[in-house]
């Protein structure tokens, strides 16, 4: 094979990086042979160059609006003069150059009767964890219950911008960002969150406190007490990964948390309930729930309301919501529930966030949006004194994993802790599998009414959470 038809080879992943860049989706496609066999890394199978281009069409519009393609041939075998095996890798960027997601392909490209090259077939799929080759040391307990300095934090005037030095310069990894456009990056030990700077505000750029992971609270506060300092208060906010503030005797603030700071470490199941006034919907979708105990650190954060939806931000909600298209074909929320488009999304969250007492959370896991839940503090109908759970979705590709579990826990807890007795949920009559999620954590049903807006039969069910029905 010659360096011109290596170079044309080449020239296919080039292609694909500009087209990508422009949301060119036809462009895109015409590397890919009419009848390319193409399997993406969920597993699906477009159906040849239309296939691929539809589908990347409706990525360009949703969950990678927005993004560019940085696309790499690590290795070229030829198998004869006109046909060869390619192995490549692609990792999907902000605009601003942060990592969304990383890719390795094998493909097969061939030299048509013309001279032009196409990808006749292409595997995509995640790139595997390598496994530890050597024995790695267990720590001593003592080692264990130390408090460990895990989290920086800075006030950044442009924390897009300061976070995009970090990932390029120093290799951070972007893993979380905030409604208000804060960023969070981690190297794998330590967190460093990049808080957006108030103009309005008195808060003074540059670094403005730190965070140790500790195992028990308790005793870090006796300490702290008796080195002369304050008992550390407890963080009533939405900003996710710390419990406790805490100040040195020199006035420094630090934070305490026994849950770490999120980010990636050194290497449900969907359910719609609902509650007044919105109409209540079907719960959970058609695919599986959690099944046992959960091993995942999950966080919740509010959404901030009054604001628009960080491009990113919406881009996971978006390919969140667009992984239950047979719960919203059932739903009816969205005109076309296997196009769910970001404008959508966007409106529909903002309508929720236009109601008193509306609370949108967002669940994350090592940083990935996991799930949202949309609660409501005070029913409009004063003779029920109950809180609502109004949406809990569970990424559709998550399922199974006990994420529905622990978020239904976490929601509870929080109605706990504000000194709620109660929560209620509605469930539609026409979703027998969402009745048994929720009557399999405890709750149960006190009555069957309409929706408010579409009429449609729903039960209504309720759980005490201080023991007493």
């Known amino acids: 094979m010659t360096t011109a038809e290596t170079h044309s080879i080449h020239a296919l992943w080039e292609t694909m990086a500009r087209a990508w860049a422009s949301a060119d989706a036809t462009l895109f496609a015409s590397v890919f042979s009419p009848d390319c066999d193409f399997t993406t890394v969920r597993g699906d199978k477009p159906p040849g160059r239309a296939g691929i281009a539809a589908g990347h069409d409706r990525l360009f519009r949703t969950q990678y609006a927005s993004t560019r393609l940085d696309a790499r041939i690590v290795a070229v075998r030829h198998l004869r003069p006109d046909l060869a095996t390619v192995e490549a890798e692609?990792?999907?960027?902000?605009?601003?150059?942060?990592?969304?997601?990383?890719?390795?392909?094998?493909?097969?490209?061939?030299?048509?009767?013309?001279?032009?090259?196409?990808?006749?077939?292409?595997?995509?799929?995640?790139?595997?964890?390598?496994?530890?080759?050597?024995?790695?040391?267990?720590?001593?307990?003592?080692?264990?219950?130390?408090?460990?300095?895990?989290?920086?934090?800075?006030?950044?005037?442009?924390?897009?911008?300061?976070?995009?030095?970090?990932?390029?310069?120093?290799?951070?990894?972007?893993?979380?960002?905030?409604?208000?456009?804060?960023?969070f990056l981690s190297d794998g030990h330590l967190s460093l969150a990049l808080i957006k700077h108030r103009l309005d505000g008195d808060t003074p750029l540059g670094m403005n406190h730190f965070g140790f992971h500790i195992s028990d609270t308790e005793a870090t506060s006796a300490a702290l007490a008796e080195a002369g300092a304050d008992k550390p208060a407890e963080r009533f906010t939405n900003r996710?990964?710390?419990?406790?503030?805490a100040m040195d005797p020199?006035?420094?603030?630090?934070?305490?948390?026994?849950?770490?700071?999120?980010?990636?470490?050194?290497?449900?199941?969907?359910?719609?309930?609902?509650?007044?006034?919105?109409?209540?919907?079907?719960?959970?979708?058609?695919?599986?729930?959690?099944?046992?105990?959960?091993?995942?650190?999950?966080?919740?954060?509010?959404?901030?309301?009054?604001?628009?939806?960080?491009?990113?931000?919406?881009?996971?909600?978006?390919?969140?919501?667009?992984?239950?298209?047979?719960?919203?074909?059932?739903?009816?929320?969205?005109?076309?529930?296997?196009?769910?488009?970001?404008e959508q999304v966007a409106a529909a969250l903002t309508e929720e966030m236009a109601h008193p007492g509306v609370e949108v959370l967002l669940a994350r896991s090592a940083g990935r949006l996991a799930g949202v839940v949309i609660t409501l503090a005070h029913h409009p109908d004063p003779t029920d004194p109950d809180p609502w759970i109004g949406l809990l979705i569970v990424d559709a590709r998550e399922q199974r994993k006990g994420y529905g579990r622990e978020l239904v826990a976490l929601v509870e807890e929080r109605f706990r802790r504000t000194g709620r007795d109660a929560v209620r949920l509605a469930v539609l009559d026409n979703n027998p599998r969402g009745l048994a999620f929720w009557t399999a954590l405890g709750y149960e049903t006190i009555g069957h009414r309409e929706d408010l807006q579409l009429g449609r039969p729903c039960a209504v069910l309720r759980k005490a959470l201080n023991g007493r029905t």
Not at 129 to 134: C, D, F, G, L, W
Not at 240 to 245: G, I, L, Q, S, V
Not at 252 to 268: I, K
């Open 90 to 183: 692609s990792t999907v960027l902000t605009a601003v150059g942060a990592p969304l997601a990383k890719t390795h392909a094998l493909a097969v490209a061939e030299r048509t009767a013309t001279g032009d090259w196409h990808l006749t077939a292409f595997h995509n799929m995640i790139p595997a964890i390598p496994k530890e080759t050597a024995a790695v040391p267990q720590p001593t307990e003592s080692e264990q219950a130390r408090p460990k300095l895990r989290h920086l934090a800075i006030v950044a005037k442009d924390p897009e911008k300061l976070a995009a030095f970090y990932t390029s310069v120093f290799s951070m990894e972007l893993f979380h960002r905030d409604p208000d456009g804060s960023c």
């Open 240 to 245: 996710p990964f710390a419990e406790y503030r």
């Open 250 to 342: 020199e006035g420094n603030w630090f934070d305490l948390s026994e849950h770490g700071f999120g980010g990636p470490r050194p290497r449900p199941p969907l359910t719609r309930p609902d509650r007044p006034p919105l109409p209540p919907h079907p719960c959970p979708a058609t695919t599986g729930h959690g099944t046992g105990p959960s091993l995942h650190r999950v966080i919740l954060e509010a959404l901030a309301p009054g604001h628009d939806i960080p491009v990113a931000l919406l881009g996971e909600l978006t390919s969140l919501y667009a992984s239950h298209h047979e719960f919203f074909s059932l739903s009816g929320d969205f005109p076309d529930a296997h196009d769910i488009r970001p």
